[in-house]
């Protein structure tokens, strides 16, 4: 039985037309029956580094009894001109996260995955101190189950009080061993009494 934690979290390569640029991770996350794909901002736009892709392909899983069978779907960031992503941004100003809703008829048949939802997220009144375990889910310069199609779990711990902005950015930090690649991973916390995010 595969963790569904594992089947939340999607590969992510970012074009310029049919140019290849970069590799990062995304995750899905649904709310009020939308589905969304989550990433870094920066995966989607970096001025300061002049990366402008036009798409992101990820990669579903096709088969729920074959996680061998997986399919590339291909994102258009613009549509007349426009950005399709959303972001945000908080008292201190942008946040580094995207989120690119997806036309649920327009996925492959038999589309298999996990999503997030706000009954995932972390609560006003939750604790997490630091020093806390936490997993963050990716693909590390590229690196999985290339068979199965499946990420990696590194472990990390919480780094800085969550709730207290870390130099008064929108940001609290953890402390992991990522890689280029990893922009986007989702960070999950066990709380106390509850199961991992994701399952």
Known sequence: MIESL?????????FDNNIL????TGFFFKNAGRLFLVTSR????????????????IEIHTDRGNLAQSTGFSILLYENG???WRDAADTAGSIDVAAVE???RALPEGAHFHAFDVEQLLKPE????????????????????TLHHLPVVRHAI?????????????????????????????VVARIAGDRPSGD
């Open 6 to 14: 594992l089947l939340s979290t999607t590969r992510i390569s970012t």
């Open 21 to 24: 640029l970069t590799n990062a």
């Open 42 to 57: 920066h995966v989607v736009i970096d001025e300061a580094n002049d990366h402008h892709p036009n798409r992101l392909e």
């Open 82 to 84: 426009r950005s399709v």
């Open 102 to 104: 997806l036309d649920q």
């Open 126 to 145: 939750a604790h997490i101190e630091i020093g806390a375990d936490a997993l963050v889910v990716g693909f590390p310069l590229g690196f999985h189950d």
């Open 158 to 186: 919480v780094a800085s009080t969550i709730g207290l902005r870390f130099q008064g950015n929108g940001y609290f930090l953890t402390d992991a061993r990522t890689h280029r690649g990893s922009s986007g991973s989702p």
